[in-house]
């Protein structure tokens, strides 16, 4: 670890003045200058941290100060922490931090202050000051061709009785195609979708340089770089098929289809800045995420939803609507069976999208960094469908009453009101998937980390 040369302080990166400074003596470095003086060959290929394990949820925290870490940024735990000291090999690049950890939790607090439906619990002053900065391993794919790229053509010619005849070519294209800037996490447990949804300006990192992560944790690569690389392959081919399908050349012979066989590929590791923000839930069982990019302050996070202030919204909204209809219109009990109906098949629809989601999610079906970790695992999953069932139940009582087709309306209210009640229930167990969709389960969590003082 860095310290002070002037009088062995602790050394911290300062986003706003883009300098490294001690909190001891108040002397300021250049971060792209060496600090101190190396003592060993490998010392300068690789950079030394303190990594803190969390003994209730196995998250590990890398820091690079002498400073004990108060809880866990992953699961809030006050618990010990054992901690150790580990070398890790430099990556090539870094994109140090450019906004600061107040820019980030103005954002945050936008977001939820904006949302009506949100426990009040993800607007707590004590909650959002948790958010910490964090630096994660990307690699970073470079992709080249450079050749003629023969492809097939097909336009239609002529008719002749019940036959269609078509002229097949074959097109021969001069490439010289570069790709740059395809990037993915190597944190198994930082989810692809924030990865993906918080993009990087690449043009902006600089050779890897220990000093910019002074005063920050850092997450360490455990997942393959070759991951990912079929996926970098594929939206490169895509981005071409795009490219060469829209020419005059592609057009003129009716070509279809474009690939090509990348022949220069390479890839390198750095290190990416984010703030990170872990929220247990009010039941204490699960954890909500807040991503905000430390480099251009984009935010994505899910957020939970409050049951009772979804169902008083709801219930407003529905007096606002009868209100509305019953000025202009009288609904008949077969009308009101007929609503009922369409509310059942809206919540089937919802419940078996989330039910598939959930699956997919617990499979690791969208985060190909948590399949290579859980390749061994075999583990079965049930498919959570008991809205979707309850749906189908309140659905089918109006529908049952339609078909007998009583005299007296009271069935048909009846079996409405019956039908609306089952909804409600449904709807309370959409509410629950949902927030169980936008967060993680606390035994799930083992590599993560935060700043204590950004």
Same mark, same amino acid.
């Given at each position: ?5 002037n009088?062995g ?19 300021t ?27 209730q949820?196995?998250?590990n ?15 809030g ?56 900065g ?30 269609? %005849? ?5 097109? /021969?294209? @001069?490439? *010289?195609? $570069?790709?740059?800037?395809?990037s993915?996490?190597? &944190? #198994? ?9 918080i ?5 902006e ?22 991951? %990912? ?5 594929? /939206?490169? @081919?895509? *981005?071409? $098929?795009?490219?060469?399908?829209a020419?005059?050349? &592609? #057009?003129q012979?009716?070509?279809s ?17 984010l ?22 302050? /984009? ?14 919204? #709801? ?16 609904l ?44 061994? #695992? ?7 469908y ?69």
């Open positions: 670890m860095i310290k002070c040369p009088c302080g602790e050394l911290k990166y300062n986003v706003n003045d883009k300098v490294v400074k001690c909190d001891h003596c108040g002397s470095f250049n971060p792209d200058e060496q600090i101190a003086k190396t003592k060993t060959a490998e010392e300068n290929t690789g950079y030394q941290g303190k990594v803190y394990n969390c003994t949820c196995g998250a925290l890398m820091t690079f100060d002498e400073t004990a870490i108060t809880f866990c940024s992953y699961c735990s006050q618990a010990m922490l054992e901690s150790k000291m580990i070398q890790q090999t430099n990556p090539d690049f870094i994109i140090p931090f450019t906004i600061d950890k107040d820019k980030c939790v103005k954002k945050f607090k936008d977001k939820v202050n904006k949302s009506v439906f949100v426990p009040n619990y993800m607007k707590s002053d004590l909650v959002v000051e948790k958010f910490r964090i630096y994660i391993p990307y690699c970073i794919y470079k992709l080249g061709f450079k050749g003629v790229d023969k492809e097939k053509g097909e336009k239609y010619s002529h008719r002749s009785g019940d036959y269609q %005849y078509y002229d097949q070519f074959s097109v /021969e294209f @001069n490439v *010289d195609a $570069k790709y740059e800037g395809f993915y996490d190597l &944190a #198994s447990k930082f989810y692809d979708k924030y990865s993906e949804a993009p990087f300006n690449e043009e990192k600089k050779p890897f340089n220990a000093n910019y992560m002074l005063g920050y944790y850092a997450d360490a690569k455990d997942v393959d770089s070759n991951i %990912y690389l079929n996926l970098a392959i594929e /939206e490169a @081919n895509a *981005d071409y $098929k795009k490219r060469l399908l020419t005059k050349e &592609a #057009s012979y009716g070509c289809t474009a690939s090509i066989k990348f022949d220069n590929i390479d890839q390198k590791v750095g290190m990416f800045p703030y990170f923000l872990a929220i247990r839930s009010k039941n204490q069982k699960n954890i909500n995420y807040a991503v905000v990019n430390g480099q251009t302050g /984009e935010l994505v996070t899910e957020l939970p939803v409050s049951y009772t202030k979804y169902l008083i919204g #709801s219930l407003i909204m529905s007096v606002i609507i009868f209100l509305l209809i019953n000025s202009f219109l009288v008949t009990p077969h009308e009101v069976c007929f609503a009922a109906i369409i509310v059942a098949m809206i919540g089937m629809a919802i419940n078996y999208v989330q039910a598939h989601a959930l699956t997919k999610r617990e499979k690791n079906g969208d985060d190909l960094g948590l399949q290579f970790i859980n390749k061994g #695992s075999t583990e079965k999953y049930k498919h959570p008991f809205g979707f069932v309850i749906a189908v139940i309140s659905m089918l009582i109006p529908v049952l009453i339609l078909a007998m087709n009583p005299v007296h309306d009271y069935y048909y209210y009846g079996a409405s009101a019956i039908a609306l009640g089952l909804m409600l229930l449904n709807f309370y167990n959409i509410v629950k998937k949902h927030n169980e969709l936008v967060s993680t389960k606390l035994p799930q969590l083992e590599k993560r980390g935060g700043d204590e003082s950004a």
